[in-house]
């Protein structure tokens, strides 16, 4: 537990599965990623205390809620020195595709997007779940769950508040794609790690 914290802010389907992969192989004990789904609830009101808390249990986090718009700023807040990672996609169209086919193999039973039924049929902690987070992270009616302009709208702006929040610590943020083997250089040098394969594993390929 002696190694810096690491945080991927990176949204959901932008390789973040791969990356764990990887920071478990360099010997980086993962958070409990569903622990922190839980805390939907004090997220939207921008209660971070019990993040933080769970962020004391382990030295590596991603997708939710460490991907959560906000998030990052308290997590840098809260522990000073922590490096943090946005995985990005080829472009905000792909990202777009592959979560909605993701989710629909997942929960829609092969129906691109799945509709809000699928949602709140879908397991989680409690019933009605992963329809709960979807509704507090996205400002979408109910009967377009998955419309396009919204959610590119919620990639982009992300990314952006990301960067923007980082753009004078370049030492502190790497932005990365886990497709590009020349992104693995530049991985490995951020953690200050040797290079011993080419690239990263390909994991949850949608």
């Known amino acids: 537990m002696n190694k810096p914290k690491v945080f991927c802010v990176g949204l959901n389907k932008t390789g973040t599965t791969s990356l764990e992969k990887e920071m478990l192989r360099l010997d980086y004990v993962v958070g409990d990623e569903m622990k922190g789904k839980a805390l939907i609830d004090p997220w939207a ?10 962020c004391r249990t382990a030295q590596f986090f991603q997708d939710a809620p460490f991907s959560w718009p906000y998030t990052f700023v308290a997590l840098d807040q809260a522990f000073p020195g922590s490096k943090f990672m946005l995985t990005v996609r080829d472009s905000e169209e792909a990202w777009y595709h592959s979560l909605i086919r993701f989710l629909g193999q997942k929960w829609g039973n092969g129906k691109v997007p799945p509709d809000a039924e699928d949602l709140k049929a879908a397991p989680g902690p409690y019933p009605g779940f ?3 987070v979807h509704m507090m992270l996205q400002q979408v009616p ?13 990639y982009r702006t992300h ?11 370049p030492s502190d943020l790497l932005v990365l794609n886990v497709k ?13 790690v040797v290079q011993d394969r080419a690239g990263f594993p390909w994991e949850n390929k949608t």
């Open 159 to 169: 990314n952006n508040l990301v960067r923007d929040y980082f753009r004078h610590r």
């Open 180 to 192: 590009r083997d020349r992104d693995y250089v530049r991985f490995c040098e951020f953690l200050g």
């Open 130 to 132: 992963r329809f709960h």
């Open 142 to 154: 109910e009967s377009d769950l998955f419309n396009k302009d919204v959610l590119l709208d919620f």
């Open 45 to 54: 009101h921008r209660d971070f205390r019990p993040i933080i808390r769970l």
